[in-house]
Each structure stands twice: as structure tokens, then as C-alpha cells.
């Protein structure tokens, strides 16, 4: 199963690596699916680990950060979009991730955020909830 994680899916695995952005990041350490994304998706990844307001509420410290973005960048899927989509007009930001899944083909995109939800899908890549996600890697 082919997915993309949203920014957000990560930042909450870091601030609370038991709610279900931390239980997605933990299946996908057991290779439960294979995450698929993009550069920008990593230049914003590097980007919000190194805000001070995001800094101060992650459970992780630098050098766990530092080691899962090494991780991500040995193990996920590395897609370059070659289409460029406007489907999100709210939130600009997040036709990057939307990008990434029509790229990498994938199956779910998993995202917190409201945006992207209120989009449901987009050329079959269902688009759902970390908690949502997570009741599916349960099956």
C-alpha cells in the first residue's frame, strides 16, 4: 500500500508518539506501507522540525529528529511530481502533498488537515484522518 504522510501526520508523531500520527509512524517503521514523498514534502519535513514554536513541544529530541529524517531518506519512496495542481485553493501549501500522492500513485493520503479532508479524494487517492488511518493499519 502506497501512501503519503502530510507534514502534520509527523509533527504529531513527534509531540505524541502514542496518538495515532505516532502509531502511523511506528507501522510504517515495520513496513506496514510504504511512504511515498517528494522533495518539497522533505524541505518542509526539515523546515518545521526547526521551528522554535514546533521545537519546544517535541517529545523528540535533535538527534531523533536527525535520525528519522535520515531514515526517511533511505527508506521512503522519493517521487518528483511532474504535474503541477491547484485542486486545494484554501491552503496553496497542500497541493505539494496532493502532488506527491498523484505522483507516487498512491492509495491514501493521510493528513490532519481540513483542506485536504474536505477534499475526500482525487483521482482515487483516498484522502482520510490520522485516526482514520490508523483503524485501517489495525485491520
Known amino acids: 500500500m502506497n501512501v503519503v504522510l502530510d507534514t502534520n501526520i509527523v509533527i504529531g508523531a513527534a509531540i505524541t508518539p502514542k496518538g495515532p500520527p505516532g502509531r502511523i509512524i511506528s507501522a510504517w517503521r515495520t513496513s506496514a506501507f510504504v511512504w511515498i514523498i517528494s522533495p518539497p514534502l522533505i524541505e518542509e519535513l526539515e523546515r518545521a522540525f526547526a521551528y522554535p514554536r514546533v521545537r519546544r513541544y517535541l517529545a523528540w529530541d ?17 517521487v518528483e511530481p511532474d504535474v503541477r495542481l491547484d485542486v486545494v485553493t484554501s491552503d496553496p501549501d497542500d497541493n505539494r502533498v496532493l502532488e ?16 485536504l479532508l474536505d477534499v475526500k479524494s482525487y483521482q482515487g487517492i483516498e484522502i482520510v484522518s490520522a485516526v482514520r488511518f490508523a483503524t485501517i493499519l489495525a485491520r
Open 100 to 115: 506527491a500522492a498523484v505522483g507516487g500513485q498512491a492509495d491514501y493520503l493521510v493528513t490532519n488537515g481540513n483542506a
Open 62 to 78: 535533535s538527534d531523533e529528529a536527525s535520525a528519522f529524517l535520515h531514515l526517511l531518506r533511505r527508506t521512503a519512496v522519493l
